[in-house]
C-alpha cells in the first residue's frame, strides 16, 4: 500500500503581484501527479523556508518577476542550509536576466524557467532531479 | 548521508525536532513499512492532545477560521498542530494542496505546526492516514490537533469519530432552510460557525440552523458504533444537561467572534469531561478505527490468497448472472470459488 509522491512547494517571495504564472506551474505539477503546496503571494524567505520544513517538500519553486531575485534567492538558500534542509531542490522561474542565471545556479538553483517555457520540461526536471537525489541516498 | 528510518526519528520527534516530524509524517502518509513501527513506538505518548474538527461546505472559509482559530488558541497559551485536507485529483492523482494560503498569519510561530494533507483518494472528507498524522502531533506535544476536512457536502462525517469537538462551519447564502434539515454533516456538529457573519443573509443563516437545531432538541445523540444511538437522560441526571448546539457568529478575516469560538470548544470539552462521553467518544472512535483497518486488512489478504484467475472467473461468473454476488462472496470466503 506504501505510495510516494513529490511534494512541491510554489511560493511567490517578493512584493509583486502576479501569480498567474505560480498558478499555471501548480495545476501542470497537479495534473503529473505531484502534490503541490501553494501558499500564495508576498512569502519572505523565512515564511517560505518555514513552510518547505514543514510540509516536508522534495522540491521548492519560486516564481519572481520583481527583480528581487538575486536577494531572495540567497537568503532562502541560507535559510534551508541552516534548518538542515540543504537537499530541497529548488526551481526558479520568472523574470531572470541571462547574466543572472548562471549566478543562481552557482548558488545551487537547480534550474530556472524563464517565460514560454514548457511545463512538460519542468515536470521532466523535476521527476529527474528527484529520482538522482532519491538514488544513492535519502 | 545514510538513510535513516522512520524508527530513527520517534525520539527526535519526542523532543519535540521539527524536521523529524515532518519527516515522519511523510512516511505516515506514504504508509512505509518502517512507518509501522514508528506509530506503533510514539502511540503511548498519544491520547494527550485534545481533537478538534473543522469541516463545512468549499467557499464557507474553513481554513480563514482555521488560522484565526488558532491565533486565538495561541493567545491563550496552547500550542496548535494543523492538519488540511484538501481533494487529490481523481485523474492525475496530484493535488494542489492551498489551505496555507489562509493561515499566513500563523507563520513564524514555533507553536505551531501546519500539515497540508491530500486525501490520495479517500472519501469521508480526511485522507486514510490523516488519523495516524493527528496521532504523531499528538506525541509531539502539541496541546490541540486541528483537523480541516476537504470541503464537505453532506456525507463526510468520519472527522465526528475521529475528534473530540467537530466545528461545521456555515456561511450566508450556502443553501436554503431545506439544506439545513438533511440529514448529515450538520448533525455531526457539536459546536455551529456562520462564519462571513457581516454578508447579508447571515441572520438568515442563523434562524435557519437554529430552527434545525430545535426540531432536533428533544432527542440529543451521541455517536456511537458509528451509529446513532439515542441518549436518555437519567432519571437522577447529574448537572450536566445535555449539550445544546452553541451557534457562533464570526468574520474570521477580521478576526471577530473567535474567542467566543474558543470558549464553545472550551465548554464543550469540559462537559464531555464531567458527562464521560469523553472517554465513550475516544472508545468508539477507536472502535470504528479498527473495524475499518481490519475490513481492508482481510479484504487485502483475501485478494492476495486468491490468484487473479480466480477473482476473474468469479465475476465472469456474477456478470453471466451464473452466481449472485451474496454467493460469489460466501465461495470466495471458504475458498470453493
Known amino acids: ?138 | 548521508m545514510t538513510r535513516r528510518s522512520a524508527e530513527d526519528w520517534v525520539g527526535d520527534v519526542l523532543a519535540g525536532d521539527r524536521r523529524a516530524l515532518a519527516r515522519l509524517i511523510t512516511r505516515v502518509e506514504n504508509r512505509t513499512p518502517d512507518s509501522h513501527a514508528a506509530l506503533a513506538a510514539l502511540y503511548p505518548h498519544t491520547g494527550r492532545a485534545y481533537v478538534v474538527g473543522i469541516t463545512g461546505a468549499p467557499g464557507t472559509g474553513k481554513s480563514t477560521v482555521v488560522n484565526a482559530l488558532t491565533r486565538t488558541l495561541r493567545d491563550r497559551g496552547q500550542t496548535v498542530g494543523v492538519i488540511a485536507v484538501d481533494p487529490t485529483s481523481p485523474f492525475s492523482g496530484g493535488a494542489v494542496l492551498g489551505d496555507r494560503i489562509r493561515m499566513v498569519d500563523l507563520a513564524g510561530d514555533r507553536g505551531v505546526f501546519i500539515r497540508s494533507m491530500a486525501n490520495r483518494g479517500s472519501l469521508g472528507g480526511l485522507a486514510a492516514t490523516t488519523g495516524d498524522v493527528a496521532r504523531v502531533l499528538d506525541a509531539a506535544g502539541f496541546d490541540v490537533v486541528l483537523i480541516e476536512t476537504v470541503g464537505a457536502g453532506q456525507s463526510e462525517v468520519d472527522i465526528a469519530r475521529m475528534a473530540y469537538t467537530t466545528i461545521v462551519v456555515d456561511a450566508p447564502g450556502m443553501g436554503d432552510d431545506v439544506q439545513a434539515i438533511k440529514a448529515g454533516i450538520l448533525e455531526i456538529a457539536d459546536i455551529l460557525v456562520v462564519n462571513k457573519a457581516d454578508r447579508p443573509g447571515a441572520e438568515n443563516t442563523v434562524r435557519a440552523l437554529r430552527a434545525m437545531l430545535e426540531l432536533g432538541h428533544r432527542l440529543r445523540s451521541s455517536l456511537h458504533h458509528g451509529e446513532l444511538l439515542l441518549a436518555q437522560p437519567e432519571p437522577d441526571a447529574p448537572a450536566y444537561d445535555f449539550w445544546q448546539v452553541p451557534i457562533v457568529k464570526t468574520v474570521a478575516t477580521e478576526h471577530t467572534g473567535l474567542d467566543a469560538l474558543a470558549d464553545a470548544i472550551t465548554q464543550h470539552r469540559a462537559y464531555l469531561d464531567e458527562s464521560g462521553l469523553l472517554v465513550e467518544r475516544q472508545r468508539a472512535g477507536l472502535e470504528a478505527e479498527l473495524a475499518a483497518r481490519l475490513r481492508e486488512a482481510l479484504l487485502a489478504r483475501l485478494v492476495h490468497d486468491r490468484t487473479p484467475e480466480t477473482l476473474e472467473d468469479v465475476i465472469a461468473r456474477v456478470v453471466a448472472r451464473q452466481l449472485d454476488p451474496g454467493s460469489a462472496v460466501r465461495a470466495l470466503l471458504d475458498g470453493s470459488a
Open chain 1, 1 to 138: 500500500m506504501s505510495e510516494q509522491k513529490i511534494r512541491v512547494l510554489i511560493a511567490k517571495p517578493g512584493l509583486d503581484g502576479h501569480d498567474r504564472g505560480a498558478k499555471v506551474v501548480a495545476r501542470a505539477l497537479r495534473d503529473a501527479g505531484m502534490e503541490v503546496i501553494y501558499t500564495g503571494l508576498r512569502q519572505t524567505p523565512e515564511m517560505i523556508v518555514e513552510a518547505a520544513l514543514q510540509e516536508d517538500v522534495d522540491v521548492i519553486g519560486l516564481s519572481i518577476l520583481s527583480g528581487a531575485h538575486m536577494a531572495l534567492v540567497p537568503r532562502v538558500f541560507e535559510l534551508l542550509r541552516a534548518e538542515g534542509l540543504g537537499d530541497v531542490i529548488v526551481l526558479v522561474g520568472g523574470i531572470i536576466p541571462d547574466d543572472d542565471v548562471a549566478a543562481l545556479k552557482e548558488l545551487g538553483v537547480s534550474a530556472v524557467f524563464g517565460p514560454g517555457t514548457n511545463t512538460e520540461d519542468t515536470v521532466a526536471h523535476i521527476r529527474n532531479a528527484v529520482a538522482s537525489r532519491s538514488a544513492p541516498s535519502s
